[in-house]
């Protein structure tokens, strides 16, 4: 079946240091990738996506590309800042049939000043 | 402004009442969904609705209820509320099942 892994929080790192937020995923064909980003007490919001291999998401500074070869959608930024503190998801949407979102489970971002 | 709409935000009942959550999205979207997020669990599909009147089950339906008679409007029913369904609820809408989904502000259940 379809899924995503990523990487296990928490994170914790400091201003201005270079993230990177593992995501692998499971599915055939060609998914449609996403990251979403859930800032304290507030719903989801989309932050990028790809659709097809080698495309690259980027928004707000962060990017990540789309790797079917290694089947993975990691997201990073060069120089995180206190407000990029938040929840970070990684989704899926199958192919074929797709019903619904597949998520992975989140990893929480914190980053000291 | 292109929005989903929750409400209450918050809610603390008691076992056994009767609630409705409501949720209204203003995109003109097909596809909406509820999920519940739970600490170490992630996110999880309740119910999903394709369109109006087309409504069907995702991974934790066992409890609630839903219907679909307007598109924008897809509210979340607890016939009878139990402590295990204490839980932060999000009602997400998109234009099509695969493609991205908008999410709304959420809604903290807390049932004693």
């Known amino acids: 079946g379809n899924s995503v892994t990523q990487m296990e929080g928490p994170v914790t790192l400091s201003e201005e240091a270079f993230l990177t937020i593992n995501c692998t995923y499971t599915a055939t064909g060609y998914p449609s990738l996403f990251w979403y980003v859930q800032y304290p007490g507030e719903g989801l919001q989309l932050l990028l996506k790809?659709?097809?291999?080698?495309d690259k998401g980027s928004n707000k500074g962060f990017e990540a590309t789309y790797r079917k070869e290694t089947t993975s959608f990691h997201l990073e930024k060069g120089s995180v800042q206190v407000s990029d503190s938040a929840v970070y998801f990684c989704?899926?949407?199958?192919?074929?049939?797709?019903?619904?979102?597949?998520f992975g489970q989140g990893t929480r971002l914190t980053i000291n000043p | 402004e292109a929005q989903v709409t929750q409400n209450p935000r918050y809610l603390i009942t008691v076992t056994g009442k009767k609630l409705t959550v409501t949720c209204s999205q203003n995109?003109?979207?097909?596809?909406m969904s509820w999920y519940r997020q739970d600490p170490g669990l992630g996110l999880r599909q309740i119910y999903y609705s394709m369109n109006v009147e087309v409504t069907d089950k995702g991974d934790v339906p066992e409890g609630y209820k839903v219907s679909r008679k307007e598109k924008r409007n897809f509210p979340l029913i607890l016939e009878s509320p139990s402590p295990n369904q204490t839980s932060l609820y999000f009602c997400?809408?998109?234009?099509?099942?695969?493609?991205?989904?908008?999410f709304g502000p959420g809604t903290r259940l807390t049932v004693t």
């Open positions: 790809a659709t097809k291999a080698d």
């Open positions: 997400a809408s998109s234009f099509s099942a695969g493609w991205e989904q908008y």
């Open positions: 989704a899926l949407a199958p192919s074929q049939g797709a019903q619904k979102l597949v």
């Open positions: 995109m003109n979207h097909e596809y």
